[in-house]
């Protein structure tokens, strides 16, 4: 999905390409599903995959479609309610907590109105003037990017309805075995973590400008930042396990006073998805349960227990800034989603002489709170909700994840979440002063 | 469903009969559902209809097909787990606010669970040795009966399910067109409400012997009634029109307080399903929102919301007593899930001469909190779990509705629900001393 | 407090006798408390002392002084506002569990409030003519004994306040020195258990209709009771103790299931008030905590838990008709407040001969859902929300208890609280049929 | 309080006297209290006054006098468990917020376990050695420090304890009198505001390591800032009257997300403690409720109100950064707790000519999330929880308010609190960018 400026019948082609490329992964995503799968809703922060279909089409309806064309209409006027996440300005909406209580509109016919709006966008791609078409490239692009989020979403949701069900149900896509995929070397060294140096001075992050970009990661702005070291890698299984024997999660001095909440409240003891087997910890993969991969970099943690890890371990988290400036270095390659292979990967390259996995395998929790770069404004209207509006308790993630589409990740994307979420495929790297 | 004694070879042929044609309906009831459909649970007190199908198949396992038959196994190990739903002495269970988030195992796997236990059941109907049935009877009846009993917990989750949805699907069996059985006079006056006086003195009440019933509606015993009247038909929607127009849900002195209490939370201005249309008041029935039908009697009312009409009346609620020395002297006969229409009719019968509508319907909430008979004792081991550990807190209601079967329902039948529950078809009838 | 029909000069004298000594008795009751002591409400069910103190001179404003004196105004026109308990109809009220963070107006403002109130009251009293003294004479009746329910509260909320502290303090009234009146014998034998059996029949129970009776006392009717037996004495400490050591807190078959909900949710293992110590286990008491003396009557167990004890004896609770026609041939003497112990004590009378301990040390559960008598109807009028409102998902409890005054009980009185309180002086007697 | 580099007998004497005076400011906030003022928690973030002037004892105690004098011992050993607020390396803890059920230690005892405290730490403060002077004077000044702070939660503590009373009490100190110093003019025209430009560059910010702070003032680091604008003065009662007019509750657009659930949820429709006379706001004060002055700047706002009144306003909150760079430009005088008004007052200086307001009236809300500054890290031991741990769902707040004593502020001073929290002296300076 290249973005950089296109003469206008590139434009038209680019946009059609976009579009059909991004509805149909988002289909793929869905084709091991049962139609039970779609329904369901495990947690407030989990929304059903039907609905994720739905509302990425709503999107699409609300920013282009009704605006754009005189006498469009909804196949449903109740869609705009059922569908519509958390725009204030778009009017009243279905309660969140309960997207899984709805058997109806059914995934069939979900699909069918995936395939109305599509075929009006299609049209619409199509025919509409340049003037037009240049005039709505912006919220098609953000339409475009907002589904590849939800993707995401999608996969995170899905692990976590079949995760959580007891039965560990399998869902196997067209992409590698992930039983394979898993290092069989159980008793292996995990990689040498080293450290890479940084130097103090006056930096320049943010979006650039050229392509696309959410609104958040603007604008481009100097920073000073004292000099710094990251891991060359990110921190793996084999390294979580050390701090679960050495009694982390037993340890009140190693935590923020919220995070030791948590802990003692849900009895965190391990990652999501980690139990004990005998001997061996297990964790709930798409494969099913398998045995925890020393190899692999740690996923499923919380900014607390990220956080928690980092003191443990000497080390603190690195600031977004400090992220930057290291990733913006690196290639941007990685184990994306794209394979669909949905899960993070053992690091092959030799670990020992630069910075590795800046990108893919799991978002890295970073100390920076998510807040407005210096001069943030969000848009006018309704789409200005897209960001600043949650831009309070969160906290910065960086780099994509398995999850995350190739086409939808950048030095400089800011991912935010929660301090004490969990399910997405988060793990961290360290940094140090 | 004769349940008189039976010699041998028909016992044999009776139960196959029974089970048959039981587990039949069952399916019969889940036709017109999409997938979708069977996996939600709007509230706790809801379960997926996925989950009653292989609950109740479970039942017949636990209590029939395991003790009965060596080497027996489930499908899945798990099952025992997901399926148990209240007895503590057959180990632990899945939570049960938690079964609407299980996507698997899906319908099509439920059904197959179903078809096993079918096969198992039938096998063991049709080759068990005369003594073996004859000590499995009384199981392999209380299974029959227990299916029943959620065969009316399906119908009326499922209405929850669908009523509850913005797009207040319709749900169509091959029964009477339910839009066609309301009374479509709109202006005609209600039935005349008159009295049926009963003298007081010792009544004997209580099952018999004879057939089966639950271990609650025994022992058969004395009790002694002051002289009492009841009226001779159900409180109908156009009564409860003139109770909320009078300011029934505003004033708190006809209210107890715990009834009061859920007026001023949950805000209630109506029975459950109802709201204002323009004009109108409107109830989401199976065959959509319609208007409600004065003449019919009203449903959906709690106790609470019974016991403070009851009040407004110069009345009050029957007890259990009172209410089955009435209905024994009545034809068991009414508006039963037979039919397939689940939803109460207008009376049609001359109200003037005699008590009415003593069967189907609407259960009718008596005065009588839900405690054991004098001498009431449950039987040993878990299937004593199955009513007498729930005899607090739960008040009595009487007469079957439009959603239990014909064959399970009994002058001495005791259904019990909490004071709050308002999503069964549940109506009432009116005492005065 | 003689309540028959006595001579108009008798009953103003009578009146200023009972009103003036029970006013003492409150004020007695608070002589060992610190100002703190009376501010503080450690759980919604409890009330802070001064609470108590002010809403039982609310009461004689409210349904005395304002009806019958022009031109009588409240100290304040917000306490009719703070200390209206729950009087739907007399306007807004402050919110119960919030009564703690009140810490104005102050104890000293609180007896000022009560002084003032006495001094109208008597002066009313003393210069009411005839006629309006007689006119007045049932709320003025009323609300003497509605002081000396509050009587029982206050005591029951300051072992809560001083019992849940950690520094466990104590509390000395001017009487017998509690930590002498214990059975100082830990070896001796718990008195033997025998049964005393009474005839069926049809028997009439509730207030006869001389003197003072709560509304809910009445009317008296006639029932029908089939042959039963009950334990002569009530259940000790001993019998309880065994009952903990056989597993009584682990075993679910023996619990009610909203019971086995409570043992899980709040552990419970033992009465309220008991903790293990070294060898023995301690219960709070106003002397501090104290070795639970074997010989003593069983106190602070819910319904739940005495049920799951009578259901483990082999037994069963009382109904509440069996109760009073056993307690009805039984002597109205006991451990009362009068003597301010405000504790339990061993049994010294002869337990072979006869039913004791029908009266004080413990309220006694019976079996029995708090419902209206047949042909109950509570009065006109705010004082109709004193008892009838509450006739939903409570437990009757008989015959007073070492916090309740002596002229406050009766074999008709009818006390009730939640299945799952603890807090009030609670015990229990067994039946068998 | 001088905390500049002093000669070793300055030393004790300058401790001494610090520690005499911050003792006695302590017991003078007490002097209007009534005994039950200071037992009552009306919110979990709210202590009992008891409780902080044990607290604060418990401090010297733990930090000083038990490492320090050989066979020191408290009071009672239960104190620890009672008095540790938060330090999870000094073993288990009271449950915060039922610090309010509490009605011993009563008031007089804690007084007398604050003077054994106090005479503990005189003499320790007498006799000790020079070099064990020096090794625990950074824990003595610390807990100096550490008792202002709980001033100032006293001091906001009770205003909530009795603002809340519907009596609304009055609380009057030794100071001026409150009722006087509102400025009477109210028709008086709101100051003109305006904007004093800084420049942008490269700044030192943090704690330059001469007399005393807590170690989240540091470490002094540079930090790039762009230019800005600060508005010369402080927001008002009639800014904030214009915000509420102009529908600033009703906008969802002006709102971070949980912001506005938070005025959804608990109905904001105003600062805390402010509510609709005729015609009038009317706000509680310790002098009881007054009109709402409009010269007075605005308090108790959370961290969303002003964030929201900034949008309102086209402007934005300062980060802590902007702020201190103002700040330390200007003199440190302002309305402090020292003259025990404990009320915000108009400007009196002319606004027009500079910066005014920097210190005293109210804490100002930054934008600046609460994290740890470049190369910051927690002191080793209990004393190391002390700020460390909370950095996390906090915003910063700078300058000092009327509850702060004169010698407690400085302009690296870092208050933090939740963004939801009203009940401190907290207002709002605009910043442009």
Redesign the interface.
Same mark, same amino acid.
């Given at each position: 999905m290249e973005t950089t400026t296109i003469s206008k019948p590139a434009l038209r082609e680019s946009l059609l390409h976009d579009f059909d490329s991004v509805r149909a992964f988002s289909e793929a995503i869905c084709q091991p599903l @049962?139609?039970?799968?779609?329904? &369901?809703? +495990?947690m407030p922060d989990v929304s059903p995959t039907k609905w994720h279909l739905a509302h990425v089409s709503w999107f699409f309806e609300t920013f282009i479609l009704q605006p754009a064309l005189t006498g469009y209409f909804s196949p449903?006027p109740?869609y705009a309610?059922?569908y519509n996440s958390?725009y204030? @300005?778009l009017g009243d909406r279905?309660c969140r907590p309960r997207r %899984?209580?709805?058997?109806?509109? +059914? &995934?069939a016919e979900t699909f069918r109105y995936r395939s109305y709006v599509d075929q009006q966008m299609r049209t619409f791609l199509n025919t509409a003037s340049p003037d037009t078409l240049a005039e709505f490239e912006p919220l098609i692009t953000l339409g475009i990017h907002h589904e590849q989020q939800h993707q995401e979403l999608m996969v995170t949701d899905i692990k976590h &309805?079949?995760g959580?069900?007891?039965?560990s149900?399998t869902c196997r896509w067209n992409g590698p075995d992930p039983s394979v995929t898993t290092s069989t070397l159980r008793v292996r060294e995990s990689q040498t973590l080293s450290w890479t140096q940084f130097g103090g001075g006056?930096y320049e992050i943010g979006w650039d400008g050229s392509g696309f970009s959410f609104d958040n990661e603007g604008p481009r702005?100097? +920073? *000073?930042v004292?000099p710094f070291a990251l891991s060359n890698r990110l921190v793996t299984n084999a390294d979580w396990l050390e701090f679960i024997q050495d009694g982390g999660y037993q340890r009140?001095?190693l935590?923020?006073? !919220? %995070?030791?909440d948590m802990v003692q409240t849900f009895e965190w003891s391990a990652p999501l998805y980690w139990e004990r087997g005998e001997g061996d910890w297990l964790t709930y993969t798409f494969a099913g349960k398998q045995i925890v991969d020393p190899n692999e970099p740690v996923c499923h943690v919380s900014f *607390?227990e990220a956080d928690a890890y980092a003191r443990w371990a000497d080390s603190r988290l690195p600031t977004e800034e400090e992220w930057e400036i290291s990733a913006g270095t690196q290639p941007q390659v990685g184990n994306f989603a794209d394979s669909m292979l949905f899960k993070p990967v053992p690091l092959t390259s030799d670990p020992r002489s630069a910075i590795t996995q800046s990108f893919g395998d799991v978002w890295q929790w970073t @100390?920076?709170?998510y807040?407005g770069y210096?001069?943030y404004t969000p848009a006018s209207g309704a789409v200005?909700?897209y960001n600043g509006? *949650? !831009?309070?308790?969160q906290f910065v993630l960086r780099g994509g994840s398995c999850a995350t589409h190739s086409t939808h990740i950048r030095p400089t994307y800011r991912n935010f979440f929660a301090?004490d979420s969990r399910w997405q495929f988060t793990g961290l790297r360290l940094a140090r002063?």
């Open positions: @049962a139609v039970e799968d779609y329904v &369901v809703q +495990t449903d109740l309610y059922l958390y204030n @300005a279905h %899984g209580q709805l058997s109806r509109p +059914t &995934v &309805v079949l959580t069900n007891p039965l149900p006056l702005h100097r +920073t *000073f004292e009140s001095d935590w923020l006073s !919220m %995070g030791w *607390f @100390a920076s709170p807040i210096p001069g200005g909700e509006k *949650f !831009m309070c308790n301090p002063s």
